[in-house]
């Protein structure tokens, strides 16, 4: 007996949304690296670990974006919602419609560069929340429907 | 508060806490004015500052008690506070899992208690303000009488209360227990806050400990470094068990069937009692530190829906006592000695591989920063290589041991951990849903953890490395139908 993965795929976007979203992380450590050790003077970086601490987040930022969109996925039933994330760890999540509690429909600063949304389904365990990222803003929209009129149709009081 | 709010049943705090602040002041003061009655002379200058500190939080207890008010109506709990915004915070009362009430040493002097509600509403702000501080002992029992009758009855609607029926005790506190004080974290970490305090009030008394100097060139280092060591683990096992008695003293576990509820009471200095509603006990968590574990002792929580990490407090069954004691009473809470005492499906090797390279590479990454610190610095820190890799490897061997997990009787029950071993028992009712977390070699080993989500205690029961396969026949045998749609 095995899980398949969930069905659907997020929006191809969500790559190029990671993308940016993860050197924007990034971004800071490379400049607090460069104010210690070169503006302040505070100890010297050798040529060498520059080189290094670069190509790491570069290979970082080129390939665990398009890591994740491989592994990232969704699947919405008449009885559960099924997510699958994560990239080294993987995450596959299952909750039943009956306990569904909260849907959230999200869109941060990075995600509507790009016409892309986050749904955030909650149940009433804190360790229970179902997050999927990097979805189309209109497909999210409908979604969040579908997910309230499913979870209003299921008998039971979510808890 | 006028006569509107009496007409409409709103009650207020007892006169009497009017008192806790002024009395509690007092308190504060008290080193200070032994010190000076002792030794002549004041810690520190007070003065204007001193005043303000008094009248500050008399006057906001004062503006407290006028605008604190609660109530119960036939379906909820209201409580409001405020002066200028006033709010209203109303709860369920089928909602009401747990009923607290607590009595600083103050409080028991003025004979008050502080009630608080746990509606389970995981996170949210209104817990803390679902509390009364300053009831009268009498007012605040019938309060609580009413307030689980209401979550009884509307969990069983023909359940009619019989009243006067004689509890019967689950456990009762032994004295001879306190051996295990020193074997828990929380004793250590008690001991610590105490030395803490004691160090403190030395201090603001300027008392200084005194060192001869001359005495301790005589009895040599060793002797100095022996007596040293000696000294703290004395004062630190001493201290563990002072925090052990304040906290349990008095624990006593009682059942009562008429209202089936859970009744628990400790507390030397500030008593505590709590009553959990027997329906919302979704499960047991079984903890073996390895402290404990060494001295066959166990400890025991419960597992109550609805309420989140922060109340665990209100979920303890057994504090540290012996290992078949806390095997009793978890049976008598579950019912069924199954989940409890049943062997458990040992995982397979390829898991028991996996604790041993986690260990090893912890170790041998310690090892490596040892020698490099060896290099630096003193050659002695290379003798603490072996220890190291000792260490990992029995942690190892340890945490495989206690790697298991079964179905029984419809609980799905599981065991990890080796410093904070767990057996964590929880009804497969009470899972909401599951999550199937496996890393990069965890796939290449075809294992996976199962961690099944839930709205009491930790959240969540997790088990540990097991095979795929196995992991959603567990899931799918303990919620039917859940998974099929997802299944290959």
Same mark, same amino acid.
């Given at each position: 007996?095995?899980?398949?993965?969930?069905?659907?795929?997020?929006?191809?976007?969500?790559?190029?949304?990671?993308?940016?979203?993860?050197?924007?992380?990034?971004?800071?450590?490379?400049?607090?690296?460069?104010?210690?050790?070169?503006?302040?003077?505070?100890?010297?970086?050798?040529?060498?670990?520059?080189?290094?601490?670069?190509?790491?987040?570069?290979?970082?930022?080129?390939?665990?974006?398009?890591?994740?969109?491989?592994?990232?996925?969704?699947?919405?039933?008449?009885?559960?919602?099924?997510?699958?994330?994560?990239?080294?760890?993987?995450?596959?999540?299952?909750?039943?419609?009956?306990?569904?509690?909260?849907?959230?429909?999200?869109?941060?600063?990075?995600?509507?560069?790009?016409?892309?949304?986050?749904?955030?389904?909650?149940?009433?365990?804190?360790?229970?929340?179902?997050?999927?990222?990097?979805?189309?803003?209109?497909?999210?929209?409908?979604?969040?429907?579908?997910?309230?009129?499913?979870?209003?149709?299921?008998?039971?009081?979510?808890? | 508060?006028?006569?509107?709010?009496?007409?409409?049943?709103?009650?207020?705090?007892?006169?009497?806490?009017?008192?806790?602040?002024?009395?509690?002041?007092?308190?504060?003061?008290?080193?200070?004015?032994?010190?000076?009655?002792?030794?002549?002379?004041?810690?520190?200058?007070?003065?204007?500052?001193?005043?303000?500190?008094?009248?500050?939080?008399?006057?906001?207890?004062?503006?407290?008690?006028?605008?604190?008010?609660?109530?119960?109506?036939?379906?909820?709990? @209201? /409580?409001?506070?405020? %002066?200028?915004?006033?709010? #209203?915070?109303? +709860? !369920? =009362?089928?909602?009401?899992?747990? *009923?607290?009430?607590?009595?600083?040493?103050?409080?028991?002097?003025?004979?008050?208690?502080?009630?608080?509600?746990?509606?389970?509403?995981?996170?949210?702000?209104?817990?803390?303000?679902?509390?009364?501080?300053?009831?009268?002992?009498?007012?605040?029992?019938?309060?609580?009488?009413?307030?689980?009758?209401?979550?009884?009855?509307?969990?069983?609607?023909?359940?009619?209360?019989?009243?006067?029926?004689?509890? @019967? /005790?689950?456990?009762? %506190?032994?004295?001879?227990? #306190?051996?295990? +004080? !020193? =074997?828990?974290?929380?004793?250590? *970490?008690?001991?610590?806050?105490?030395?803490?305090?004691?160090?403190?009030?030395?201090?603001?008394?300027?008392?200084?400990?005194?060192?001869?100097?001359?005495?301790?060139?005589?009895?040599?280092?060793?002797?100095?470094?022996?007596?040293?060591?000696?000294?703290?683990?004395?004062?630190?096992?001493?201290?563990?068990?002072?925090?052990?008695?304040?906290?349990?003293?008095?624990?006593?576990?009682?059942?009562?069937?008429?209202?089936?509820?859970?009744?628990?009471?400790?507390?030397?200095?500030?008593?505590?009692?709590?009553?959990?509603?027997?329906?919302?006990?979704?499960?047991?968590?079984?903890?073996?530190?390895?402290?404990?574990?060494?001295?066959?002792?166990?400890?025991?929580?419960?597992?109550?829906?609805?309420?989140?990490?922060?109340?665990?407090?209100?979920?303890?069954?057994?504090?540290?006592?012996?290992?078949?004691?806390?095997?009793?009473?978890?049976?008598?809470?579950?019912?069924?000695?199954?989940?409890?005492?049943?062997?458990?499906?040992?995982?397979?090797?390829?898991?028991?591989?996996?604790?041993?390279?986690?260990?090893?590479?912890?170790?041998?990454?310690?090892?490596?920063?040892?020698?490099?610190?060896?290099?630096?610095?003193?050659?002695?820190?290379?003798?603490?290589?072996?220890?190291?890799?000792?260490?990992?490897?029995?942690?190892?061997?340890?945490?495989?041991?206690?790697?298991?997990?079964?179905?029984?009787?419809?609980?799905?029950?599981?065991?990890?951990?080796?410093?904070?071993?767990?057996?964590?028992?929880?009804?497969?009712?009470?899972?909401?849903?599951?999550?199937?977390?496996?890393?990069?070699?965890?796939?290449?080993?075809?294992?996976?953890?199962?961690?099944?989500?839930?709205?009491?205690?930790?959240?969540?029961?997790?088990?540990?490395?097991?095979?795929?396969?196995?992991?959603?026949?567990?899931?799918?045998?303990?919620?039917?139908?859940?998974?099929?749609?997802?299944?290959?």
């Amino acid at each position: 007996m095995d899980l398949r993965p969930p069905s659907q795929r997020v929006d191809p976007l969500a790559r190029w949304m990671w993308t940016v979203s993860d050197a924007l992380r990034l971004l800071p450590v490379l400049v607090a690296l460069w104010v210690i050790s070169g503006y302040w003077h505070w100890f010297e970086v050798p040529g060498w670990l520059w080189v290094v601490v670069v190509v790491a987040m570069a290979a970082y930022v080129a390939l665990v974006p398009q890591w994740r969109y491989l592994v990232h996925r969704w699947e919405v039933t008449e009885t559960a919602v099924y997510t699958q994330t994560g990239w080294w760890a993987r995450e596959r999540r299952i909750a039943p419609m009956s306990r569904v509690q909260t849907v959230d429909h999200r869109v941060g600063a990075v995600e509507r560069m790009f016409g892309l949304a986050t749904v955030r389904i909650t149940t009433a365990s804190s360790a229970g929340a179902l997050t999927i990222e990097g979805l189309d803003q209109v497909q999210a929209i409908d979604l969040v429907e579908e997910l309230t009129r499913i979870a209003d149709t299921v008998p039971g009081d979510a808890t | 508060m006028d006569v509107y709010d009496q007409l409409l049943g709103w009650q207020r705090l007892d006169r009497r806490m009017l008192l806790v602040q002024p009395v509690r002041e007092v308190g504060r003061f008290l080193p200070a004015l032994i010190g000076v009655a002792l030794f002549g002379r004041s810690a520190e200058g007070g003065g204007l500052w001193g005043i303000f500190g008094v009248v500050v939080p008399v006057a906001l207890g004062l503006m407290r008690y006028a605008t604190t008010g609660y109530r119960i109506t036939e379906s909820r709990v @209201e /409580v409001r506070h405020g %002066l200028v915004s006033k709010r #209203v915070v109303a +709860a !369920p =009362l089928d909602r009401v899992r747990t *009923v607290d009430l607590t009595a600083s040493p103050i409080h028991r002097l003025l004979g008050l208690v502080t009630l608080r509600i746990g509606t389970g509403q995981a996170g949210d702000k209104n817990e803390e303000r679902l509390a009364l501080d300053g009831l009268a002992g009498p007012a605040a029992a019938e309060l609580r009488t009413r307030l689980l009758q209401g979550s009884v009855s509307a969990a069983e609607p023909d359940g009619s209360p019989v009243a006067d029926e004689q509890p @019967e /005790v689950a456990l009762r %506190l032994d004295l001879g227990w #306190v051996r295990f +004080a !020193p =074997l828990t974290t929380s004793g250590i *970490v008690i001991a610590g806050a105490a030395l803490g305090v004691i160090a403190q009030s030395f201090r603001s008394l300027e008392i200084l400990p005194s060192v001869d100097l001359d005495r301790a060139e005589r009895l040599g280092a060793f002797a100095l470094i022996v007596l040293v060591v000696l000294g703290i683990l004395v004062t630190f096992c001493v201290l563990a068990v002072v925090g052990y008695l304040l906290t349990n003293f008095g624990f006593v576990l009682t059942r009562r069937r008429d209202d089936d509820t859970w009744h628990l009471r400790r507390g030397l200095l500030t008593t505590r009692e709590t009553t959990l509603d027997h329906a919302r006990i979704s499960g047991v968590s079984i903890g073996e530190p390895l402290g404990l574990r060494l001295a066959r002792g166990g400890r025991l929580s419960a597992i109550v829906t609805g309420l989140s990490k922060k109340q665990q407090g209100s979920a303890v069954l057994v504090p540290p006592a012996p290992r078949a004691e806390v095997d009793r009473v978890a049976v008598a809470v579950l019912g069924i000695s199954g989940p409890v005492a049943d062997p458990l499906v040992r995982h397979h090797d390829r898991a028991r591989r996996r604790r041993w390279t986690r260990a090893l590479l912890g170790a041998g990454l310690v090892s490596v920063a040892l020698l490099l610190l060896a290099y630096a610095a003193s050659w002695w820190l290379a003798a603490l290589v072996p220890v190291a890799l000792l260490v990992g490897a029995g942690l190892a061997h340890d945490r495989w041991r206690a790697l298991g997990h079964a179905l029984v009787d419809g609980y799905l029950v599981s065991r990890s951990g080796s410093l904070n071993r767990r057996r964590e028992v929880l009804h497969t009712s009470s899972v909401i849903g599951w999550t199937f977390t496996s890393t990069y070699p965890q796939r290449r080993a075809g294992l996976v953890d199962l961690t099944a989500t839930t709205a009491g205690g930790r959240q969540r029961v997790t088990v540990l490395d097991v095979e795929e396969g196995l992991s959603c026949e567990l899931a799918n045998e303990a919620t039917p139908g859940l998974l099929e749609p997802f299944l290959a």
